[in-house]
Each structure stands twice: as C-alpha cells, then as structure tokens.
C-alpha cells in the first residue's frame, strides 16, 4: 500500500504542467534521436545533458529518462524504413521489419512496435516499481565492505563482459578510474596528475568527457561515413493497420521478450543488445516456420523490440537501488544525479522519495506519450529524420560546444570535450567498449571511498571484505566474475590445442 | 526510403578488409602502446609523490598503483596479441585516406572554432564552422548550408542566451 501512495504522489509530481512539459520534450527527443542515424540514446542524452543541469533534479531525470527510453521507440523507425539499426539492438528489427517494410507493410511493423513496446514498456514498469524498492530496502543494510562488493562485481561484469575483448573492456576500466582521480584525492586533498596544471585541481568533469566519448565521437563517425538518406516510399494510412494475424502472432513473442528483456537488463552490462538478440534467438528457436526468420519474420519484430523496452526499465533497478548503472545511458543518468547533488543507490528511496517516485510515474507517463508518437506521428517522424540527417553533425557539434561551455564557462572544458571526442572515435574504431571507461569516471570516486572506508575500519586488514555473510558472498561473485573470462579464454585455447591435436593424428 | 553511404560495410571487397585489417591491427598496437605509457607515468607519478600507504592507512598512492599496473599489464598483453595476431578482425571499415581527411577536417575546424570563439564571438564562430563544414566537408547545398548557418546559431541564442541566460563569451568586437 505504501508503494502505491508513493507511487500516486510520483504521479502528482510527474503530472504538474512543468514535468508534463519536460517528459514530452525528452520522448520527442527521445524519438528523434533513437530514429536518427549514427545517434543513439546515449549520445543523446550526453549532448542534452547541460540543459538537465539547469533544471531541477526532477525535471532533469524526468527529461534524460525519456531520451532514454523514447530512443528505443526511435529506433525502430529507422531500423524497418532505411534498414539502419541507429542503435545495435535494432539489428534484428532492421533484418525482419526492413524486409516486411519492401512488401509494404512498414506502417504496420511499426504501429505493432510501437504497441507492443508500450505493453512491454508499461509491465516492466510495474516490475521495477515492485522490485527497486524491496532491492534498495535490502541494500540499506550494507557495510562500506558490501558496498565494495556490488560495485566490484559492476565493475567486473561491465568491464569484462561488455566487448568481445575483456582486455580492451579491463584497460578502458583502468583509463576511467585514473582519468576519475585527476584533481584533489578524496580523503588526504593530496593532488593526483595534475602536473601542476591549476585548472585539473577540480579534476576532469564527468560532463565534457561523457559528451566527447559519446556526442563528439558519434558525429566523427557519422562524417567519416557521409550519410546520404533519400525518400522512396511514402507510408499510407491504409499500411499502418496491422492485420489481425499480424497481431495474434505478435502476443506471445512480446509477452517472452518482455519478461527475458526486464531481468536481463537487470543484469549490469547485459544491455538492450542482449536483451533483443536473446528474444530474437529464443523466438527463432521455438518458432514452427523458423525459415521465415530472415525473411521477414513478425515475431523477429515484436520479440526484440518488447525485450529492448522492458531491458531500459530492468536496468534501472541497479542504478536506483543498488547505485550500480548497468548501461552506457544509465551511466550518464547517474553522472547527471550527482551532478544534481543525488546520491543514486539505496539512500534516494528514503532521502528523494519525491524525485524518485516523479521519475518512476513519469516513466508511464513517457510510455504513453511515446505510443502517441510512435502511431499518430509516423510520417511526421519519418519527414523530419530525412530533413535532419544533412544537417544532424553540425547541429550535434553546435550543441556540443555550447552546452559544454555553458556549464563551467570554460572553453578549457571544451577541449576536453573535443579530446576525448578524438580519443572516442579512435576506441570505437577498434572496438574499445566506452562504458567500463564512463563507468570507471563515475563510479571510481565511490568505489575508492568505499575500499578506503573499509579497510581503516578494519585497521588496514583485507579480511573485513569476507568478514560478514553478505559481503563475502558479494567478494565471492566479484572474483568469479573477475577471473571467469579468463578461465573461459584458457578453456578455448586448450579445446583449440586439443582439436588440432585429433587432426593432426587424424592425417 | 533508402540510406546510402561512402563506405558499405556489408560490401568490403576482400582487397578493402585485408587493408582494413591491416590498419586495425596498428592502430590497435599503437592505442594499446599509449595506455602502457600512460600506466608507466602513473606508476611514476605514484613512486615520486602518491604514498601507498599513510599514517598507517591506505594512502592516495594505492589506487593509482593498481591502475598503472593494469595499464602496463593489459597495454602489453593487448601488443603481444596483434604482434602473434591473437586478435580476431572484426570486419569494421577502416577510413579511407578520403574519409580520413573528412574526419581531420572537422577536427581541425573544431579546433579553429574553438580558437575563434574569444575573438569573433561564439555564434559568429559558429556559423563560419556550419557554413564551412556542411557546405565544404559533407558537400551539401549552399542553400542548406546557407540556412543551417544561420538558423543553429539563432536556435543557440534563443534556447541558452534568451531562456537559459548562459552568457556565451564575446569575442573582442563585442559580439556574442
């Protein structure tokens, strides 16, 4: 009972005309930059983030949640009409809506998307409201040890799952915490590389990096490709109605990419891509016609598109309660809640019970709107990503360059920004995962803080990390986690010996 | 609809992903080299002036340690693995010496941007990068380039001027 009062005084909250306005604005946003090529949610949000910083904490979650999940929306517009996942997990959308889209019946495609997204967007919602909570009330109970634990096992899973290459997920871990610690040290104020520069006593901010490795770094890309994008078909009203077999063949695969969505995007590091790929599999797998997939599959559509919502809600249960982002876009909403003062994790359940519960009801209040959007709009959509992608990099970079600006008013954070934008598009040239690397900015300070805390309680003894049940569980999994890719690459390695070994005897 | 590009992925001739496997694997020895440097200057600084340990606690030292370690440690590794070609080519489209230039070209004229704001004013900086870039590096028309010169920048000053009151800096002739 006392969840749903919250929840309704998060919806007094969320409803005000203020809040309503900025839940709008961040899902047409949301849309817009989910549809536009070579912008993700990420890069979106990273780029509007200086104007969250001038709101109140509220608005500001309010808006950054909605480019959140708006963008999932988003995406799949572009993914059935010009065959461009914007995001990785609109891939299986490109491969089977595309295909349905040249046999005319993109409307449809995308009017199930969006229904189905918003069923899916609005169960995954209920979950996380039952779920956060009872999670966060749990996670009240921990020690600076335990709170060592669950960041430990973040970090790892995020570091040493989230590319093909846990190396290159380890290394980008290593360059974020140490570009966290340039400025003053958080206990002694002894000042760590700064080479004598006055200006990095403050430290490199969380901002101007996030918006180089995401923004900038997008937009160098997106020029190095040169993007054209031309208007061939026009979506009919007659196309936008899905038959009734499209529907009935749409419910089960959208009930399954739901649930598989939410829970895997509990998981830190698993992400929308998993979420849509594993749907996309599971459906594949018990379809009775797999041969369609591939063809232009309708179950390859409302799978992975349910699953990558449900995933966008499932990550926010680790980040609210457990103060672990467990993705690039739930990395920058939780650089843009310190940058509000608010500390995410167990604590803001009890300290901002009104901004939390604003932002859950306004999550439902978003998923609405988006359905609006994404049904009523689609032309509207479709026109103006077309107008917009000749002049999207230059747009992107403006904004960049001022919202940077306009935060410190320092241009010196301006080339900070273009730096890492530099750096950026070489990483994600050659496959360095950015998010262990936001991750390691925003998280390092705390998980420093925590690793220090613990072992002067503890006089300096390490044991205190297996001292209770719940904390030696934690350092348990963290190490399994830590040294499972690994164990996994070794085990490679010896079936590929053990393999050429049988061929060479064979011959 | 339909979306076109310079560089079709899905349509690397064998000749184009020899050489682009060939600029990965350097450019990912010469990335993976950078991080081992820069764990060697943190492991220095951490010798020269972070303590490790502090009035018997854990001092600012000890964190910075084991990342430098794992700099070096991962930065090595990640060499040996493109010198033995351990790493796998995941087929991503390396630039073309064309698309290259295009990319150094918005750098440089970011930078030049930058550099201009103090004198000209941010959105007068501001138009010449648009005008410049999307008429000279994306080749667009010089009617979009035209109006998107002048209609971002009148967005700017609307949104973070007007609404926001940020005071954008003013170049030396007083203009904003």
């Known amino acids: 009972m006392e969840t749903l009062s919250l929840l309704a005084d998060g919806f007094a909250t969320a409803l005000t005309l203020q809040n309503l306005g900025w839940v709008i604005f961040g899902t047409v946003m949301g849309t817009l930059v989910g549809a536009l090529p070579g912008l993700g949610p990420t890069a979106g949000m990273a780029v509007l983030l200086p104007f969250a910083f001038a709101l109140n904490p509220t608005s500001a979650l309010i808006m950054l949640g909605g480019i959140y999940y708006g963008a999932m929306y988003g995406g799949t517009i572009t993914a059935v009409l010009l065959n461009i996942p914007g995001e990785s997990d ?16 993109a409307g449809a495609v995308l009017i199930i998307a969006a229904v ?9 919602l209920i979950l996380l409201v039952a779920l956060a909570p009872m999670l966060a009330d749990w996670a009240l109970s921990f020690g600076p040890a335990e709170q060592f634990g669950v960041l430990l096992i973040g970090l790892a899973m995020i570091s040493g ?34 080479f004598g520069s006055d200006r990095l006593l403050d430290g490199l901010d969380f901002l101007p990096v996030t918006v180089g490795m995401f923004g900038v770094a997008d937009v160098l890309a997106n020029v190095e490709k040169n993007m054209r994008v031309r208007a061939e078909n026009k979506i009919g009203l007659r196309d936008m109605m899905p038959t009734s077999e499209e529907w009935r063949r749409s419910r089960l695969p959208a009930a ?4 598989l969505g939410f829970f895997l995007g509990v998981i830190p590091g698993s992400g929308t891509t998993m979420a849509s790929t594993a749907s996309y599999a599971v459906e594949q797998r018990i379809s009775k016609k797999p041969e369609e997939f591939g063809n232009g599959a309708i179950e390859g559509v409302a799978g992975p598109e349910s699953a990558n919502n449900a995933a966008t809600s499932g990550a926010m249960v680790p980040i609210l309660s457990l103060g672990i982002p ?21 604590l803001l359940f009890q300290n901002n019970p009104d901004v939390i519960w604003g932002f859950l009801a306004s999550m439902y209040v978003g998923n609405v709107i988006l359905l609006a959007l994404n049904t009523l709009f689609i032309p509207v959509f479709t026109k103006l990503t077309v107008k ?44 360095y995962p950015t998010m262990p690397l936001i991750l390691g900015i925003v998280l390092g300070d705390v998980a420093e803080l925590t690793l220090r805390q613990s072992l002067i309680i503890s006089r300096g003894d390490p044991m205190i990390f297996f001292s209770s049940p719940i904390a030696a569980t934690l350092m348990t999994i963290a190490i399994i986690v830590v040294f499972s890719p690994l164990v996994a690459m070794l085990r490679k390695r010896r079936r590929v010996a053990a393999a050429s070994v049988q061929t060479s005897s064979v011959e | 609809m ?10 690397l001739t064998a000749e184009e992903l020899a050489r682009s496997a060939s600029v990965y694997r350097w450019l990912d020895i010469v990335v993976a080299a950078f991080f081992l440097v820069l764990g060697v200057v943190v492991l220095a600084q951490v010798a020269t002036e972070l303590p490790l340990m502090r009035f018997g606690q854990v001092g600012p ?85 035209v109006a998107t010169a002048a209609l971002v920048p009148l967005f700017i000053h609307t949104t973070f001027e007007a609404m926001l009151g940020v005071a954008l800096p003013a170049g030396i002739l007083g203009l904003r």
């Not at chain 1, 959308?93 to 295909?99: F, I, N, R, S």
């Not at chain 2, 339909?2 to 349509?11: F, G, I, L, P, V």
Request: aromatic share 8%; hydrophobic share 55%.
């Open chain 1, 388 to 431: 917009a992608v000749p002049i999207i990099n230059v747009f992107v970079l403006a904004l960049c360059i001022v919202g940077v600006f306009a935060f410190r008013n320092s241009l010196f954070d301006v080339g900070v920004m273009l730096t890492f934008g530099v750096i950026g598009y070489f990483l994600n040239k050659l496959n």
């Open chain 1, 161 to 194: 799952f989230a590319s093909k290459a846990p190396v290159k997920g380890w290394i980008m871990l290593a360059f974020g915490l140490g570009i966290g610690m340039v400025g003053l040290d958080i206990v002694t104020g002894m000042p760590r590389f700064t």
């Open chain 1, 256 to 259: 399954r990419g739901t649930l």
């Open chain 1, 90 to 105: 609109a891939i299986w959308t490109a491969l089977e809506g595309h295909k349905l889209a040249r046999r005319g019946r």
């Open chain 2, 61 to 145: 030292g000890m964190l910075p340690s084991a990342v430098g370690s794992i700099l070096i440690g991962l930065g090595g590794i990640a060499i040996l693995q493109n010198l033995t070609s351990r790493v796998a080519f995941s087929g991503t489209a390396m630039p073309t010496l064309k698309e290259g230039v295009r990319v150094a070209a918005v750098v440089v004229l970011l930078i030049l941007t930058i550099l201009f704001i103090p004198v000209l004013g941010t959105l007068a900086s501001l138009m010449l990068f648009i005008l410049i870039e999307l008429r000279f590096v994306e080749r667009r028309s010089w009617t979009i380039s």
């Open chain 1, 116 to 124: 189905m997204s918003f069923l899916a967007g609005t169960m995954s």
């Open chain 1, 326 to 346: 467990g993705s690039p876009a739930t990395a920058v909403l939780f650089g843009a809640m310190l940058m509000q003062g608010l500390r995410p994790g167990p």
């Open chain 2, 2 to 11: 339909d979306a076109s590009q310079d560089t079709d992925e899905a349509a």
